[in-house]
């Protein structure tokens, strides 16, 4: 039940009181009987109390100059706390018919008597610290939303504050009001659609932007240099340095720290229609109340009268103690002019009238009833302000209906949302608390779970679950642990429970199934299962290691979690076919090699895996990709005797440096890089001389293809990917990759430098490079180029690489080479592409991310730039996962020419996320910190020019 309204309705009078008159809102009155002419001003307040029996009503009712509001002291027990959110917040309103002004005294657990009810009634009701937690939370969440409240219905608000110290958490607060007023205005404007209200007020929920002033009860400062005046009551004379007293230089820089605080939060903006308040400009908003009888504590003075009056020797009838109360009402009635010492006697007051609460509060009050408004925008834009003034019944009809809205619960499920993104805003305690125990759970699961025998007694259960337990509670925090407690043990229990035996499965990368004993979903034991229909079989599920990192789509646009896989097909292949719909389905693939089955075979197909075959049996490679054709822009075709080129700057004049001739220039560039080429073109010509086997339409290969694999067979499914994001103009260098997880300053490609032979000298010079080179610097390349083209030289093109290596927490960089990561200066990004076309690159890289278990990332995508030329880019991507003698040599399987790329292109090849062999996975080890012999062999890139042949032999 609310309380009721302690008002009488008189006719023409919105609020008849009595002396010491007040209720408490929604107003339960009769409103039509209210004054329809009459505008007011309404002000609420707000604010903190103290650990004693100061408290800011004490405040409230010496601005009001009579004792209006009840004083609520700490250890009151008259307190009715069986409705504990009805008890903890509600708000007491006064209207000065006088002076037309509404007083809203908002009441919650941050004044010190309220919180002591709450903490009686947690002792009383033996709450846990969970409940304890969610039971402060949830009058948190009310007082919120009863500020919200306010903020909404008021002209004018005021913070009362025990001390002369800003307080931080009103940042927390106040941010979380701003976010939740935006949200819940559509819903706000829709409920006052049916009140006669001005088209403004009713599109932005309130009246006006509210001012926020702040009251400071306590005064750091000496007694005798809170006055303002140019002299102290000693006689001295202040020094002309300081123009302003003590007190001033206080409240000055108060408001100076406050607006800071508030513009560097961004709750204060230039255009105060936007923010939840605003602060004058040009005048005070802040108050250091000076006068102790004020901010006094009631309880000590009054033990400081009974102790005066019972040891001083007084003669009997002199000094008669008397109450508290008519001793404010004295000191009320003397102002600010004079003040009344505790006994009773009246001395005249030091401080200037000016600097009163009464007269800090009336100049913001008098700015409302004139009509004037608040306009506290800032900058050169000028915008209309909302300014309402109501009239009496129409401010309380609208205010009834708000605290309808903001303080109850509502049916609409989109406005639950708000509130309970709202309360999640303020519980920081609960955020933090879970996450922290969301961290240690599986660290705790993991101790369970260590050394267990397959079958255990229930001592040994117990045991290992009072391990876990201790270990877990070594690092949970907060409200969360009992919860996460309860789920571990639950975990514990159903881990035992489920016919107390483990999977002995692990995953690709090395990580055991948490799973008791259990069947595949779609295997044969399954189908037993069913047809049997026996309730002792084991559970049907797939495997699971609760391990997820994140990983992003072929083209690198997106990014996702991925569950640790335990199959090829699903680490290589099913991922990555999930973000076919979401991103990269509309993109031109390249089609790899894969087996086809025939359409006249009636035999179901078989798998053959390379352990199956006969270790002393010959293995031929042949060219799998011959009968392969590619229905995509890139096609595999047999081309001329390719060379990898890579210079340091245009024209290439910095590799060699010093002038040379003709034939020098073109000897030295085919010692430097004809070492690959010469490799390459010894394989390709021997597998030239071998016969060619068809592809299999009855077998297909188990798992990846790489240099030891039957011959003729290919995989089901492919576990490269080689995508076209676009033209060449789609990757600007100067930006970068525009993709997420990258770090700053390492999404840039390297530039690569091809230089083209000219074309009376394509058949003589090419590979070679130019007759003419200039010295080093990029003077000296320019005019290598001017002059080369004058003549009837080489020209150059350029393209774009780079190799991006990818963590499991998603952090993605770029390599310059095998031992550096891409970073951009200030002058830009100094690498080329040298490294990276004639030397190995790591397949495993340290990553850059910070966190406590260092991170190894992996090589996983290859972008190429190819420009619009005469020069096409080959990719012969071959992988070497583990050290040399022991692990096969992993290729896509379009043969040893590779994959032609188009020019104009921006293609993106995606290496596979594991690799495994006719044995197993090729892991790396498990610390990050040892070097691992895995690469990706040089060669990958090598060029054509469109046109020409490939010599006789």
């Not at 008849?16 to 107003?27: C, Q, R, W, Y």
């Not at 991925?562 to 973000?579: E, H, L, S, V």
């Not at 592409?833 to 190995?840: F, G, H, I, K, Y």
């Amino acid at each position: 039940m609310k309380p009721e309204v302690n008002v009488r309705p008189v006719k023409n009078m919105a609020v008849t009181t009595e002396t010491d008159s007040m209720f408490h809102l929604p107003f339960k009155g009769d409103i039509e009987e209210l004054n329809k002419t009459d505008q007011i001003c309404v002000v609420g307040i707000f604010g903190k109390g103290q650990c004693s029996h100061r408290s800011k009503t004490t405040t409230i009712n010496y601005l009001l100059g009579k004792d209006v509001f009840p004083i609520h002291f700490p250890d009151d027990d008259n307190e009715d706390f069986s409705n504990k959110q009805e008890s903890s917040c509600k708000i007491e309103a006064y209207y000065d018919e006088k002076k037309r002004v509404v007083y809203l005294h908002l009441i919650s657990v941050l004044d010190a008597s309220t919180l002591c009810q709450v903490a009686k009634h947690i002792r009383k009701e033996y709450l846990s610290n969970a409940d304890s937690h969610k039971t402060w939370k949830d009058l948190e969440h009310r007082h919120a939303r009863a500020l919200l409240y306010m903020f909404n219905v008021c002209h004018i608000l005021m913070v009362i504050h025990p001390t002369s110290v800003f307080d931080l958490h009103y940042v927390r607060l106040f941010k979380a009001l701003e976010s939740t007023r935006q949200k819940v205005l559509t819903s706000l404007s829709d409920s006052l659609k049916d009140v006669s209200i001005p088209k403004e007020w009713q599109t932005h929920g309130r009246m006006c932007t509210p001012r926020l002033l702040f009251v400071c009860q306590q005064c750091p400062l000496p007694t005798d240099e809170r006055e303002d005046t140019e002299s102290s009551e000693h006689g001295k004379t202040r020094p002309r340095y300081q123009k302003k007293s003590p007190l001033k230089r206080l409240q000055h820089s108060l408001e100076d720290q406050i607006y800071r605080i508030f513009r560097k939060t961004r709750i204060l903006t230039n255009q105060s229609a936007q923010c939840l308040f605003s602060v004058p400009a040009n005048q005070t908003f802040v108050h250091v109340e000076t006068d102790e009888s004020v901010t006094s504590d009631p309880v000590g003075m009054l033990i400081t009268q009974l102790h005066n009056h019972t040891f001083c020797n007084r003669e009997p009838g002199v000094f008669k103690p008397r109450s508290y109360q008519s001793m404010r009402s004295e000191t009320k009635h003397l102002g600010s002019g004079s003040h009344t010492d505790i006994h009773g006697n009246r001395s005249p007051s030091p401080f200037n009238s000016d600097d009163s609460l009464q007269e800090f509060l009336w100049q913001h009050i008098s700015l409302v009833l004139n009509g004037k408004g608040f306009d506290d925008s800032i900058g050169r834009t000028i915008t209309t302000t909302n300014f309402q003034i109501p009239s009496c019944q129409t401010w309380f009809k609208v205010s009834s209906m708000l605290y309808e809205f903001f303080m109850t619960e509502p049916l609409d499920k989109r406005l639950q949302s708000h509130w309970s993104s709202l309360k999640s805003a303020l519980d920081l305690d609960m955020r933090f608390s879970e996450s922290r125990c969301g961290k240690v759970l599986p660290l705790a699961s993991r101790t369970y779970q260590d050394k267990l025998p397959d079958h255990y007694t229930s001592v040994v259960h117990l045991n290992k679950m009072s391990q876990a337990v201790r270990v877990f509670s070594q690092h949970a925090r907060g409200p969360a642990y009992e919860h996460f407690a309860d789920q571990l043990k639950e975990e514990c229990t159903k881990f035992w429970h489920n016919n107390r035996r483990l999977c002995e499965v692990m995953s690709l990368t090395g990580q055991h199934c948490i799973h008791p004993l259990h069947i595949l979903p779609g295997s044969k034991e399954e189908t037993e299962a069913k047809t049997n229909k026996d309730e002792k079989s084991l559970p049907i599920m797939p495997h699971c290691s609760h391990t997820k990192t994140t990983s992003a789509c072929n083209c690198g646009r997106k990014e996702g979690q991925r569950d640790d896989p335990f199959d090829i097909k699903g680490a290589n292949y099913d991922f990555y076919q999930a973000f076919e719909l979401k991103c990269c389905g509309n993109l031109e693939h390249y089609k790899f090699p894969m087996f086809q089955p025939s359409e006249d075979e009636t035999t179901e197909p078989k798998e053959i895996s390379g352990a199956d075959l006969n270790p002393h049996q010959a293995i031929t490679k042949t060219d799998s990709n011959t009968s392969t054709t590619d229905h995509g822009r890139a096609e595999t075709q047999p081309g001329p005797l390719s060379i990898a080129l890579s210079l340091g700057q245009s024209g290439g004049s910095d590799i060699f440096g010093t002038h040379h001739s003709p034939n020098s220039s073109a000897g030295g560039m085919l010692d430097i890089l004809s070492v690959p080429d010469i490799h390459v073109s010894s394989v390709a010509s021997k597998e030239r001389s071998q016969p060619r086997r068809q592809p299999s339409t009855t077998e297909y290969l188990a798992g990846m293809l790489h240099a030891n694999s039957p011959p003729g067979l290919l995989p089901r499914f492919p576990s490269w990917s080689l995508v076209c994001l676009g033209t060449a103009d789609t990757y600007k260098a100067t930006i970068g990759l525009d993709q997420p997880g990258f770090f700053h300053g390492s999404n840039h490609l390297l530039q690569w430098d091809i230089p083209i032979p000219g074309e009376a000298k394509s058949e003589q010079n090419w590979p070679g490079l130019p007759s003419e080179s200039v010295g080093g610097g990029r003077r000296g390349g320019k005019k290598m180029d001017k002059r080369s083209q004058k003549d009837g030289g080489d020209s150059h093109v350029r393209a774009y690489i780079g190799n991006e290596y990818e963590c499991a927490r998603g952090g993605r960089f770029i390599c310059s080479g095998p031992d550096k990561m891409v970073k951009i200066t200030s002058g830009g990004i100094k690498e080329t592409a040298n490294r990276l076309v004639t030397m190995d690159m790591p397949l495993y890289f340290p990553c850059a991310c910070r966190s406590v278990k260092s991170h190894r990332a992996q090589l996983t995508r290859i972008f190429v730039v190819t420009p619009e030329s005469a020069v096409q880019i080959r990719l012969n991507p071959r992988v070497q996962p583990g050290p040399a003698n022991t692990t096969p040599i992993f290729n896509t399987g379009v043969g040893d020419d590779g994959i032609l790329l188009p020019t104009n292109g921006f293609w993106v090849l995606r290496l596979p996320y594991v690799y495994v062999g006719d044995n197993g996975p090729i892991l790396p080890p498990a610390d990050a910190s040892i070097s691992y012999p895995a690469k990706l062999l040089k060669g990958l890139f090598t060029i054509k020019t469109v046109g020409s042949t490939v010599p006789k032999k």
